[in-house]
Structure formats: structure tokens, C-alpha cells
């Protein structure tokens, strides 16, 4: 089992991207996936989730507003949509999956992916 996050990048503040978590030996469709981020130096954060119904929940107080998911279940894959970029969201950019609850935490996680850096420039 493996899951990969990808789609990081350098962007001006302001700016879009867009990040994408791709499993494979998974089915992601079955599998709340939250994404977390850890900027240098600092703690791993928990942003929010992505449930099995489609729905992104449990947004942390940072990105709400500005961020958000969305699956394509015919790809295997769940995306974080992240608008209105800024310099203090550079950081490490990580998806995990876990069945039976959504939420920000990472209690009971039972998939990490690899991660992806994204750095805003002001």
C-alpha cells in the first residue's frame, strides 16, 4: 500500500494550487484521508477531511475559507484544493488515510503518504 501526495510547488501569495493524493493498493473511496502539513521548525498540523461521502469537514481555523477537497473516485484520488496562498503555508504537505472517522487528529491513522513542499514567496 502506498500513498503519494504530489503537486507542490513554488507560488506567489495569492496564489492557487492544487495537491493531489493518489493511492495505489488502497481504495481511497473507503478511507476518510485528512491532510496535514508541517512547516520548518514547527509542529505537524492537522487542516481538514475529506469524508467518504464527499464532504471536507473539521477545517482547522487557518484554512478555512481558502482550502478545500475533493475526490475523483474513478482515479483513486483526493485533492486539496488550496486558494489565497500565503507565505505561512509553506510547509510539508501530507495525506493519511483512515477508516471509521474523519477528523483533523491523527488518532488511529493507518496510512501516511509521502509528502509534498510547498513554498508561498511573498
Known amino acids: 500500500v502506498q500513498l503519494q501526495a504530489s503537486g507542490g510547488g513554488l507560488v506567489r501569495a495569492g496564489g492557487s494550487l492544487r495537491l493531489s493524493c493518489a493511492a495505489s493498493?488502497?481504495?481511497?473511496?473507503?478511507?476518510?484521508i485528512t491532510w496535514f502539513r508541517q512547516a520548518p521548525g514547527k509542529g505537524r498540523e492537522g487542516l481538514l477531511c475529506?469524508?467518504?461521502?464527499?464532504?471536507?469537514?473539521d477545517y482547522a481555523g487557518s484554512v478555512k475559507g481558502r482550502f478545500t477537497s475533493s475526490r475523483d473516485n474513478a482515479n483513486n484520488t483526493v485533492y486539496l484544493q488550496m486558494n489565497s496562498l500565503k507565505p505561512e503555508d509553506t510547509a510539508v504537505y501530507y495525506c493519511?488515510?483512515?477508516?471509521?472517522?474523519?477528523?483533523?487528529?491523527?488518532?488511529?491513522?493507518?496510512?501516511w503518504g509521502k509528502g509534498t513542499l510547498v513554498t508561498v514567496s511573498s
Open positions: 493519511a488515510a483512515r477508516k471509521f472517522r474523519c477528523s483533523r487528529d491523527s488518532v488511529g491513522m493507518r496510512y
Open positions: 493498493g488502497l481504495t481511497l473511496e473507503s478511507y476518510g
Open positions: 475529506a469524508d467518504t461521502g464527499g464532504s471536507t469537514i
